[in-house]
């Protein structure tokens, strides 16, 4: 059982794609500099897509969520992107083939994918998370 629980630990953590996060600024280089920019997400929303974007071009197809605030519901993830310059708490699960993950997610300002297919069920604004 202790294996079992490692294995998935250590599953979990490799969900996520590591990018060093960067301060957000209305002035500063990013989005253009970072590997997967906002595409068709606005300014000011939280974005997510079914799909991964193409790096470096972002994504253009319909996202399959777009917040400006707190949200719940169900949404499926590849790609996401924090177009705020505050920080967003994500909550999102996964169904392995014997279990379901609920796992938390603090979004800092920039994009970032998922390596599997996820289903995002809560978005909070936070100052910190």
């Avoid at 301060?23 to 253009?32: E, V």
């Avoid at 920019?37 to 972002?58: E, M, Y």
């Avoid at 499926?76 to 699960?93: D, G």
């Avoid at 083939?97 to 936070?126: E, M």
Wanted: glycine share 6%.
């Amino acid at each position: 059982m202790r294996l079992k629980s490692l294995a998935i630990a250590l599953s979990t953590a490799g969900l996520l794609a590591a990018i060093p996060a960067a301060p957000a600024s209305a002035d500063g280089p990013w989005p253009n500099e970072e590997p997967w920019p906002p595409g068709n997400c606005q300014q000011g929303t939280f974005c997510a897509w079914p799909n991964w974007a193409p790096v470096n071009s972002g994504p253009t197809e319909t996202p399959s969520l777009v917040t400006t605030g707190p949200w719940t519901g169900s949404a499926p993830t590849k790609t996401f992107y924090n177009y705020t310059t505050a920080n967003v708490e994500l909550e999102y699960h996964h169904t392995w083939q014997d279990d379901s993950t609920v796992i938390t997610h603090c979004a800092t300002p920039r994009g970032n994918i998922f390596y599997l297919q996820v289903i995002v069920t809560k978005v909070n604004w936070h100052g910190s998370c």
